[in-house]
T-cell receptor, first 111, second 113 residues
Framework: DQQVKQNSPSLSVQEGRISILNCDYTNSMFDYFLWYKKYPAEGPTFLISISSIKDKNEDGRFTVFLNKSAKHLSLHIVPSQPGDSAVYFCAAYSGNTPLVFGKGTRLSVIA | DAGITQSPRHKVTETGTPVTLRCHQTENHRYMYWYRQDPGHGLRLIHYSYGVKDTDKGEVSDGYSVSRSKTEDFLLTLESATSSQTSVYFC????????????FGPGTRLTVT
């Protein structure tokens, strides 16, 4: 049973526009959420995170929004750049349990 | 970049043979993890370690074993490789509670023929 769901396997966006990647979760005990970015033939790299006590966290072009009542978080990339083309994984955890990852969304930014 | 290396980076092996993948870290982090990545499945946790000789199972542990005799090394063993274990394997480390901001190695591509 998937606890973290990324329902869009892929997304295409034009350069300069906003990219919005979505993630839904089912476990209400999750209290910390992370986004990872993965290029081909490389390991995932940490991108941005948010605690459940916040509803927004911003880091440069990347912003993560958390809606706890809807059990939904999203990653906004503004403006999108060709170098942002990658697979993005949403992850969540509670207490001391290991991270639970979604299946990933492949973002393609078209020049 | 976190000091994490994986060896080998690529391996082709035959069904039924044992295989050991190695993860080595220079960060002295307490927690280490093994994941596999497959199309349509994302990252799935195989086993993890919360200290020397302390390990636990993850979501897809069947057919795999692990050992951690030193802080810096975490070994993943496929006792008898099967074609379903063809995958890309990633090692990860973290310092704090074991789940914040894990840092991943470059991966090992394993093909079982």
């Amino acid at each position: 049973d998937q606890q973290v769901k990324q329902n869009s396997p892929s997304l295409s966006v034009q350069e300069g526009r906003i990219s919005i990647l979505n993630c839904d979760y089912t476990n209400s005990m999750f209290d910390y959420f992370l986004w990872y970015k993965k290029y081909p033939a490389e390991g995932p790299t940490f991108l941005i995170s948010i605690s459940s006590i916040k509803d927004k966290n911003e880091d440069g072009r990347f912003t993560v929004f958390l809606n706890k009542s809807a059990k939904h978080l999203s990653l906004h990339i503004v403006p999108s750049q060709p170098g942002d083309s990658a697979v993005y994984f949403c992850a969540a955890y509670s207490g001391n349990t290991p991270l639970v990852f979604g299946k990933g969304t492949r973002l393609s930014v078209i020049a | 970049d976190a000091g994490i290396t994986q060896s080998p980076r690529h391996k082709v092996t035959e069904t039924g043979t044992p295989v050991t993948l190695r993860c080595h870290q220079t960060e002295n982090h307490r927690y280490m993890y093994w994941y596999r990545q497959d199309p349509g499945h994302g990252l799935r946790l195989i086993h993890y370690s919360y200290g020397v000789k302390d390990t636990d199972k993850g979501e897809v542990s069947d057919g795999y074993s692990v050992s951690r005799s030193k802080t810096e090394d975490f070994l993943l063993t496929l006792e008898s490789a099967t074609s379903s274990q063809t995958s890309v394997y990633f090692c990860a480390i973290s310092a704090l509670t074991g789940t914040y901001e894990q840092y991943f190695g470059p991966g090992t591509r394993l093909t079982v023929t």
